[in-house]
């Protein structure tokens, strides 16, 4: 051919469409079937994957800062350290401030509220005797059974090597005098591990604690910011507000009580041992609506450390003061730890994911096609008509020989052969 | 039939292959149409999602580990402190290095910088006047307005039940003598919550300390690791560096003025009341080219916290030393906490999304036959014939009777029997 | 037509069914090409995307909350520090418990362990000569070269304008006499910066403590909650038990020197300069078997810092406590931070994702139809007899006229001439 025809060729490419052909079958039973299935997959196309899912926007995940501020204080009367020893109540014996409670000072997306403590003050590094009540401490001082440098795996420090009669703890009643423990050398005296108050928890007036909670977000993609402080309300309502789960769903105030009871905890009973709690903050935006109005936060709470540990139950951690002259005072905090969790995502209609989401749509609509056909061809009655009408039988040359030895079997006269003569002597009729 | 034919029409299976009939329509209008919306769909798959989003790639998100190295040291003379009351000097006038103005000493994934303090020295509990100040706290000395062991919402502490005359706060001129508050008992004296300097921050010279961020990171699934820091840099250049945006990029050296410029942001105005800034380490790597020259680190910079919040804005908590006597130094440290946070991910050849994308792309075409259809069937001119040669009509034994009754509208013979004399035609040759 | 015509009409649609007309080659070559390249895509299908990446399951991301607790303390005797200065060892002859070697106290996901420390006691703002370790420190008392006010980028404080002899340090020989510095305003006495033992680390034995993880994971979507600890377990075993990556693999007490030696480190080494470490937690959960018995934690370990970082290699940081008497020691802590990543998912059966992956494997699936159609027909001996049966032709009225010359070229006769004809039968009538 020719250069030109060549080109012509090329040209009519672009004045081309192709387009599958259709067996268009009109049939109660199959129509109503094909349908049905087709129904289904757009209804969930688009009901649930466009409409639902928001399948026609573009996400952006939220990005966020959260600071906390506590407020609110305490004080200990003789009458509420009824279970304290009267000579440690000198220790509790204070107004306890946000400086006092919150340890450390600043964590980031956490805060943490001492609402148990155990002071055990004016400890130095010197030897004492052993706790008693620690595994393989108890010795006999007729025998050599401490050995020097030696120490217990749950002990306090390391042995000195001497035999010595174990001391009461504060608060505890002289023990029996014949009860003899190996001399450590740690950090005397020893901290004696049980909570003041027996059956409650010391700072338990925390419940009434508030925090205000400043969530400041931002969508980078959509170049929005806000933050979880309405617009519309002003700083005098600020300072007085409380949040309420219905009358005041948007005050970024807490009160800590209300916080434990929306997890369904029992502050009280928490208190007592501490715990891990996760204030949630959920921004789900859309912002093909108005952003300030319609875009705001949910507040979710939940408990996260399981309340029925088999081994240290709830939360708890040691710090200490330490003095110039070498003694420090250790603090064993029980408390909850409140950490602070920004969830959420901005969407915005975009083209491309809603074509992605009518893409992959439109592919499992040949599902219905599947089904139908096999309902077609080989279930219904004129299947063999249908079969002959939606295949058009080709025998390449070379074909596979199984028909050949059976031509006359009826059964298969239709399906092949002569694959084009069935085409007319159906078409004749 | 035998088992012999069962088995032989089984293999035949093996041996067919269905593709689709196709109409094949010659047609300028048509073909320019469908071309044009096949083009714009393949530019899309191949342009955007291949190419421009690298679907031919598997991602594996980065995991980092970030640490931070505070440098530099500021220091108060007289003049510096020309605002801050005289007998208040000697608590600012010091040294301060990185161990005082970096509170905590250490944070995971964030630092905290000091930039304005207020010290309130040598309290201890005790029992003071309320500061006038809080709303509620003024009293009548001649009548019973103080009531034991009540306390004031946003007060210091908790009431004894007298009523004193109220005290000059520190640096306070004397106050009006009739002036009286409920005594309280807390840690006293009270904060003077009020900032040494009015209108500047007592450590801006904190704008020139620098911070030196390492940043390791790996990709697990491509057991790729590297820093932050580059191959080629030695240690001399390292020491000596500092990051600049465009003469130095790949510096991990940063001075904290930078930071904030880079966020717009003023280094003066947000050391006054604190902030939260946030650095973004982004590594976006694509391990199809060399991994050690091309997967370098992108620093970018923002502000996270509310520039104008309506309540308690910017950053600040309190924090304090205890001493052996039961006495406490109160600080009140506003500064700029900042936030690391490493994104990124690296990229691989890989065929399975490759092959998705693909897919999904296929199935988009399926579009550009829908519209073309709609365009060729019901708005051009021939749309009669081409209905013809695209639908092979076929009734059902249980076709709904529409057309029976008007077997000789003219409309729809050309849809049905027809189509099957023009099956016979081409069955013929 | 009648507005019953119509509305029967109407009704019509829902008695229709359309299925693409296929064409059914039979040859072998055609046959295995498209089988083989249909198996290897539903394989990919079949046996990748939905089994193995169970493909046929929804996912619902972990919520977790981690507590750790530290046990064990160390001892140094004077044997232990041959290496450090005598005059020093008061400083490091302790006993070092939970309180002491954890700092801070209690960090959100991490904590970290001091394996190494240099202490400076007594600092306090004061004036002393500048180390003459920094450059630029040195000075010539003849000369005025120390400018009151300025300060070395490196130093420790700023100058007095003074030009003084340089004192030894702790433990070093004293200097040649001639050795003059800038005096500086700072914390003085200097910190002398280098380790108490050269050349290993001072709380190696750290190595042995151990440490209970505790990690209450949550799959909110399916309201699962389990912890790490296994319900089977009794709390004497989990007071007793070590983690062992074979025989003990779900024990929640953790050696440290086994975390870091599972992730190929040397503890000795590492404690000398510090290092991050990570404790992963992966849950891969699969809810279609049982929860309890099946949905195990795995524990991972790795190094995240840089072994061999050109600058400031390892991890520490200097805190200071602070004594009434305005001084304060100093500690520049080297250790180990261990960050705790909690990772995993849970997947329960589900239609939705299901049918997704399923339909974008369908579409996958017309790449097989693609690939063998150019065998067919351009490749294969008798693709002109499969061309004319896989195509239709149709001329439209406006169609791009390269044909036309060309009508008796036998190429194009057998595409077309029918085509042509059969458009004319069709034309009559």
Known sequence: MSYITWLRKGIAVFFEYDTPRIVHIESKKVGVTSRFVQACILSYIIGYVIVYQRGYQQFDPVESAVTTKLKAYTNFTDDEMAGVPPEWRYLYRRVWDVTDYVVPATQNNAFFVITNIIITPNQNQSTCPEDPKIAGSICDPRQNQCHEGESLPLGHGVNTGRCVQAQPSHGEEPQDKEVFTCEILAWCPLEFDQQPLKDRALLAA?????????????????????????????????????????????????KLGTIVRLANETYEDIAINGAVMSIIIHWDCNLDHDFMSRCVPIYKFRRLDSADAKIAPGYNFRFAEYYKTGKRTLFKAYG??????????????????????????????????????????????????????????????????????????????????????????????
């Open 206 to 254: 925390s419940a009434n604690f508030t925090v205000l909670i400043k969530n400041q977000i931002e969508f980078p993609l959509y170049e929005k910011r806000r933050s979880n402080i309405l617009e519309s309300s002003n700083s005098t309502y600020l300072q007085s507000c409380l949040y309420d789960q219905e009358t005041d769903p948007f005050c970024p105030v807490f």
């Open 336 to 429: 909850i730890l409140f950490v602070l969790d920004v969830q959420g995502r901005a969407g915005k209609f975009s083209f491309i994911p809603f074509f992605i989401n009518l893409g992959a749509g439109l592919a499992l609509l040949s599902i219905a096609t599947i089904i139908c056909d096999i309902f077609v061809l080989y279930v219904m009655r004129d299947r063999q008509i249908y079969r002959d009408k939606k295949y058009l039988m080709v025998k390449g040359s070379d074909a596979f020989s199984v028909y050949r030895e059976m031509d006359n079997s009826e059964d298969d006269d239709g399906q092949q052969g002569p694959a084009i003569e069935s085409e007319n002597s159906r078409a004749n009729d």
